[in-house]
């Protein structure tokens, strides 16, 4: 089940769309690239903390996580 919700769009999550769009112009549009990255590399690509939170809580409520996160 796991892999199939990582080959999903990064669109189902219910986050902003000022969000997605800093995800997608790096080239993150699904939930395994998304998973890949920890909240350092968020901030990276101007993912401000608290994005990086709401990122976060949405992946958990998949079961998913950022990298590095519990």
């Known amino acids: 089940m796991e892999e199939k919700l990582k080959k999903q ?3 189902r999550l219910d986050i902003a769309d000022s969000i997605i769009k ?3 112009d790096n ?5 395994e690239k998304l998973c890949q990255k920890s909240k350092s590399d968020l901030k990276k690509i101007n993912i401000e903390q608290f994005e990086a939170n709401a990122i976060n809580i949405e992946l ?3 079961g ?3 990298n590095g996160s519990l």
């Open 9 to 11: 769009s990064i669109d």
């Open 22 to 24: 800093k995800l997608k």
């Open 27 to 31: 080239k993150i549009d699904t939930l």
């Open 60 to 62: 958990q409520l998949l």
């Open 64 to 66: 998913l996580n950022l």
